[in-house]
């Protein structure tokens, strides 16, 4: 079984891909994306998404990490994928399921999978570049607007050389409602000779077993969840007790440390209570604290709001 942690845009930054690969055991990290128009990127712009790529291309807990790429044109995205690659990234990852209106409004993103060819051929680019002995993978969604080319595309993306290809079950117009409808990766995975990665509704490690279960992939991609329930990943690889409120809000304590080294605090409230508006899922503790902090602007003020909870648990 392998368990991954999901790019997601704004919310799986460096600070928190070390954060939760020191605590559990992901087979991959994958960046939010790179996004590619018509131009080889400078080192600089992956260097500062992806500063593992200093580190041999691991996180500080030594998860490997995967750059991923979002863009339209094949030939940008092959130069940047060889770019990728060699500052260090452990494969490539292409991007073919961001809902955001102004990706998709630039021909990035899910829109894509309206056009299995422009998938192909944007695939086909990138593992025509990169050397044979690095991943050059691909994460889509079961369509835009409806399913109907759920199949093409993912063919589309193993015809043209993929490793392996993730899928969230859904489509764009789903957006992130539940349910997730595993069933359609059940007939890619048995279509297709190439890995297949499960992804969408995993929100426990009963979850998950259901989801494997379905689809009959022994690999995961768990992203709003990771960040829902910090040790997500760890609960299903080896079966780990859920993180407690206490054990949590000391990791938000720890990423709060993180975060203001090096960084603007006026940056810190936002994403904390981004942060928050994930774990009130998981705890009731957590929507009773962000009652209490939502009403500050400031720094100095969350923290010190959470300094107070924490102290009163310990």
Not at 65 to 85: D, F, H, K, S, T
Not at 268 to 289: G, H, M, T, V
């Amino acid at each position: 079984m392998r368990v991954i942690l999901a790019p997601m845009e704004g919310v799986v930054d460096d600070h928190m891909r070390d954060i939760l690969s020191a605590i559990n055991p992901f087979d991959l990290v994958v960046t939010e994306f790179v996004r590619v128009v018509n131009q080889l990127l400078p080192e600089k712009v992956f260097y500062k998404l992806c500063p593992e790529l200093l580190n041999d291309g691991l996180t500080p807990a030594g998860t490997p990490v995967r750059v991923q790429l979002l863009g339209q044109e094949p030939e940008w995205m092959a130069q940047n994928a060889i770019r990728a690659i060699e500052l260090g990234s452990n494969g490539v990852d292409a991007n073919f399921g961001c809902p955001a209106k102004t990706v998709n409004k630039s021909k990035g993103g899910a829109v894509l999978l309206q056009y299995p060819e422009n998938i192909h051929n944007i695939v086909k680019a990138m593992r025509d570049a990169v050397p044979s002995e690095q991943p050059v993978t691909a994460k889509i969604r079961l369509g835009y607007e409806d399913k109907s080319l759920f199949m093409e595309n993912a063919l589309a993306v193993y015809e043209a050389g993929a490793t392996e290809l993730a899928i969230h079950a859904r489509s764009k117009t789903d957006g992130y409602k539940p349910p997730a409808y595993w069933e359609y990766i059940t007939e890619v995975r048995k279509r297709l000779p190439i890995p297949v990665i499960a992804n969408g509704e995993i929100w426990n490690a009963a979850d998950a077993q259901r989801c494997m279960d379905v689809t009959g992939c022994d690999s995961v991609m768990i992203g709003r969840g990771a960040i829902s329930l910090p040790n997500l990943g760890d609960t299903i690889k080896t079966g780990a007790a859920p993180y407690t409120w206490l054990e949590t809000l000391t990791l938000l304590m720890n990423y709060t440390e993180k975060e203001l080294i090096g960084r603007k605090s006026d940056y810190y409230p936002s994403r904390i209570k981004q942060w928050f508006s994930y774990l009130n899922r998981q705890y009731p503790e957590a929507d009773a604290l962000f009652r209490e902090l939502r009403i500050f602007k400031t720094t100095e003020e969350i923290v010190k709001v959470l300094q107070h909870a924490h102290q009163t648990l310990r």
